[in-house]
Structures are given as structure tokens and as C-alpha cells.
């Protein structure tokens, strides 16, 4: 596993659960709005990686303490150890939360048929015409999305809304893809530090534009909440 970062204490990663959080290396998407630039495109620095046993340690002598790992990126699903790590996760008794965007969907049908995920969190970034003009296998996304909410397990979808990358009409092609999911959460574009440097204020919606979108989006899910 390419650990490049590691939070040790969370209560905002997981819904209502004390979790750690591991950052893993290497995306195969390139969202200008990324607010992780040098886990996709910045060459991979190898004496900074974090080794699992360190993690692993760390989560063992906070048993009790710590309930869950969140695994995110970057996109985990890239790491080819990623199921092993979460099998030695989960014999420490702990939850795990596994952050994605689907491409990769034969990876999320496997670690669903072995159940050793229990809380999902996919990434919707556009609706399908936009995956398609950027050359994204839109039936991987919708197999993935298809087989989370088949899966039995607790999961959400999410958005980042960009201005300039996202119109609120675009609500109504993401609630399409999702149609009947549990959770949907909104995510207003924060300016910071980002893949593309040209973004900034102007790329955040206001308040009364997220809940247009909100309003949108409520017909198609069960629930749909602002972050």
C-alpha cells in the first residue's frame, strides 16, 4: 500500500464513529478541483510513504479508542494490496469506510463479495454525458454505483459542485444515475489548494444555488443533505 498520509483521529469521516484516515497515492481521474494534488499529480515521494505496520500499530494500541479506518485518496482501488490491508484492518475488529470513484468496478465487486467493507462513500463527479466526454466508462460507473446499493452495507454518494464545471440543472442527470439511493450528499467547491490552480471563489455556489440543486436532486433519493 502507497500510504502518503495518515490522520490519526476523526469525527467528521464517519458517520457517527471515532475513525483514522489513510491517504493512499495515485489517482486515474484528474479533477482540477482536487484538493489533494500531490497524491495525483505530483511524482510519488517514496521516503515519505508510510509503512501499513506503522498504521497497523497504531490502531492496535487504540483499541477501544479508535472505531474505524477510512481509506482514501487519491483512489484506493488503484493499490494492489489494498484488499490484504483491509483484511488485517478487520481483524483488528474495527469498521472500515472505503472512499472511491468507480471506475475501477470489477475491484469494487470484488471486496463487496467479501464483505469486508461497511461503509461505502462513491463519488459522483458529473452526470453521464459528462463521464463520457472525458472518456470515462460510464457502464463502470453505473455497475459500481448499482452494486453499493445492492451491497447490504451503509454507503453515500456525493458531489463536489464546481461553477464553471457544474450547472444546477446537472442536478437532475447525477439524480438519474442515483436514483433511489439512501444518502446523497451535496458538496459546495471550497477554494484552496487544488490540481488546478485557476479555480477560486467564483467556483463555489451560493447558498441559495446548493439549495436549487438540492431541490433537484430530492425527488430521485431518499435523502439529500448540504456538507
Same mark, same amino acid.
Given at each position: 500500500?502507497?500510504i502518503?498520509?495518515?490522520?490519526?483521529?476523526?469525527?467528521?469521516?464517519?458517520?457517527? $464513529?471515532?475513525?483514522? !484516515?489513510v491517504?493512499?497515492y495515485?489517482?486515474n481521474?484528474r479533477?482540477?478541483?482536487c484538493?489533494?494534488?500531490?497524491? @495525483?499529480?505530483?511524482?510519488?515521494?517514496?521516503d515519505a510513504?508510510?509503512?501499513?505496520?506503522?498504521?497497523?500499530?497504531?490502531?492496535? $494500541? #487504540?483499541?477501544?479508542? !479508535?472505531?474505524?479506518?477510512?481509506?482514501t485518496?487519491?483512489?484506493?482501488?488503484?493499490?494492489?494490496?489494498?484488499i490484504p490491508?483491509? $483484511?488485517?484492518?478487520?481483524?483488528?475488529?474495527?469498521?472500515?469506510?472505503?472512499? =472511491?470513484?468507480? @471506475?475501477?468496478d470489477?475491484? @469494487?465487486?470484488?471486496i463487496?463479495?467479501?464483505?469486508i467493507?461497511?461503509?461505502?462513500?462513491?463519488? !459522483?463527479?458529473?452526470p453521464?454525458e459528462?463521464?463520457?466526454?472525458?472518456d470515462?466508462?460510464?457502464?463502470?460507473? #453505473? #455497475?459500481? !454505483?448499482?452494486?453499493?446499493?445492492?451491497s447490504? $452495507?451503509?454507503?453515500?454518494?456525493?458531489t463536489?459542485? *464546481?461553477?464553471g464545471l457544474?450547472?444546477i440543472?446537472?442536478?437532475?442527470?447525477?439524480?438519474?444515475?442515483? =436514483?433511489g439511493c439512501?444518502?446523497?450528499y451535496?458538496?459546495?467547491?471550497r477554494?484552496?489548494?487544488?490540481?488546478?490552480p =485557476?479555480?477560486?471563489r467564483?467556483?463555489?455556489?451560493?447558498e441559495g444555488?446548493?439549495?436549487?440543486?438540492?431541490?433537484? @436532486? =430530492?425527488?430521485?433519493?431518499d #435523502? *439529500?443533505?448540504?456538507r
Open positions: 500500500m502507497l502518503a498520509g495518515f490522520e490519526k483521529n476523526s469525527l467528521l469521516d464517519y458517520p457517527s $464513529k471515532i475513525a483514522s !484516515i491517504f493512499t495515485g489517482c481521474l479533477c482540477g478541483y484538493h489533494n494534488p500531490e497524491l @495525483v499529480t505530483e511524482p510519488c515521494k517514496k510513504i508510510i509503512a501499513e505496520d506503522m498504521v497497523l500499530t497504531y490502531l492496535k $494500541k #487504540r483499541k477501544g479508542l !479508535i472505531d474505524a479506518l477510512v481509506i485518496g487519491g483512489e484506493p482501488t488503484l493499490q494492489s494490496d489494498l490491508f483491509i $483484511k488485517k484492518v478487520k481483524s483488528l475488529n474495527l469498521l472500515v469506510k472505503l472512499d =472511491t470513484n468507480g @471506475v475501477l470489477s475491484i @469494487v465487486k470484488e463487496i463479495g467479501l464483505d467493507v461497511d461503509y461505502w462513500a462513491m463519488d !459522483i463527479k458529473y453521464q459528462y463521464y463520457e466526454e472525458y470515462i466508462d460510464t457502464k463502470s460507473i #453505473r #455497475r459500481s !454505483i448499482d452494486m453499493i446499493m445492492d447490504g $452495507k451503509d454507503y453515500e454518494f456525493r463536489t459542485y *464546481v461553477k457544474h450547472t440543472e446537472d442536478a437532475n442527470g447525477i439524480g438519474e444515475m442515483i =436514483t439512501k444518502n446523497y451535496i458538496q459546495n467547491f477554494k484552496g489548494k487544488t490540481i488546478d =485557476t479555480l477560486d467564483s467556483n463555489s455556489f451560493t444555488e446548493l439549495e436549487a440543486i438540492k431541490k433537484i @436532486v =430530492t425527488p430521485y433519493v #435523502r *439529500v443533505a448540504i
